[in-house]
């Protein structure tokens, strides 16, 4: 236990459930300094006492991810406590349950703002302080539909590609700096993600089997902050859709209408 990353300081966002949560519980288990970021400053605050009883030093940040100013401020307060910034868990997230022809501009400004753009911000505001030490790692939590596209995910998609599309061009930039970029793809995993999608004709999706547990991902996650790697997929067989998708669209269609046509 611990071993590497004992001491380091890991900001996650979306911390206050789910994904981001089970990560910074395995964070403090391995004695990382943790940096808790979402909305909701009271389920912060219980994960806060949950993680200073590990016996490990952390900070809750109330920070709205879509907003740029909040993210800076959280970074430079994170900065201030600790000194450095190791490890960036880009994992704040939110669904929407519409087809593309119904989602109206404003739903896609909220998903990219908050999916893509808050991530963004994280990196922009972390990345001076990498180069900096000469070292650090940025986790993006992007998903398996950021490889693939699924129906009435069109927005929520859009934005999970875009993330492996930023995080790929800067892992080659950052070549050599010391800094790695890490992209997280999960398959559906049991947290309160379907319940918090905006979901305005009341579809109720819910997760398609195989169905993960937070806790699964939050240790991928953990593994990939002790030996980086450019990419995971949570759930290795999902990695044939990616190939067949690449080989024959046509096929990867039939395959994902077989997959989103069962009960969850
Ligand atoms: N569950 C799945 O099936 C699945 C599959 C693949 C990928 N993912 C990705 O995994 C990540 C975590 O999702 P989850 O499954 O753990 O869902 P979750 O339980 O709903 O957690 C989402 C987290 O994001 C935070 N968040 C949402 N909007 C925010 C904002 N504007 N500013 C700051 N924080 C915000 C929420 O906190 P507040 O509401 O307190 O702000 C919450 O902590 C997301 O990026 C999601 O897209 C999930």
Redesign the pocket.
């Known amino acids: 236990m611990g071993t590497g990353l004992a001491g380091q300081v890991v900001i996650v966002?979306?911390?206050?459930?789910?994904?981001?949560?089970e990560t910074a519980l395995h964070f403090a288990r391995e004695r990382a300094r943790l940096v808790l970021?979402?909305?909701?400053q009271q389920?912060l605050q219980g994960l806060e006492h949950e993680i200073e009883a590990l016996g490990t030093e952390v900070l809750s940040l109330p920070?709205?991810?879509?907003q740029q100013d909040q993210v800076e401020a959280m970074v430079e307060r994170a900065l201030e406590r600790f000194g450095r910034v190791d490890i960036l868990v880009n994992?704040?997230?939110?669904?929407l349950v519409a087809l593309v022809e119904e989602t109206s501009p404003e739903d896609m400004e909220m998903i990219l703002r908050?999916?893509f753009l808050?991530a963004f911000y994280g990196i922009r505001a972390a990345l001076p302080i990498m180069r900096r030490q000469g070292s650090g790692h940025i986790i993006n939590?992007?998903?398996?539909v950021g490889k693939r596209g699924i129906p009435l995910s069109g927005a929520y998609c859009a934005s999970?590609f875009a993330l492996i599309g930023l995080s790929e061009s800067l892992r080659l930039e950052l070549k050599g700096s010391g800094i790695r970029v890490s992209v997280i793809c999960?398959?559906?995993?049991a947290?309160?993600?379907?319940d918090?999608a905006k979901d305005p004709r009341g579809r109720k999706p819910g997760?398609k089997p195989p169905v993960q547990t937070?806790s699964h991902v939050a240790r991928a996650i953990i593994r990939c902050a002790r030996s980086p790697r450019p990419e995971v997929i949570v759930y290795p067989p999902a990695r044939l859709l990616v190939v067949l998708n690449a080989l024959s669209p046509t096929l990867a269609d039939w395959v994902i209408g077989i997959v989103t046509s069962r009960k969850a």
């Open positions: 966002t979306g911390a206050s459930s789910g994904i981001g949560r970021a979402a909305r909701r389920r920070t709205d991810v879509a994992n704040a997230g939110v669904g908050v999916n808050g939590v992007s998903s398996i999970k999960p398959v559906g995993t947290t309160e993600f379907f918090a997760p937070p």
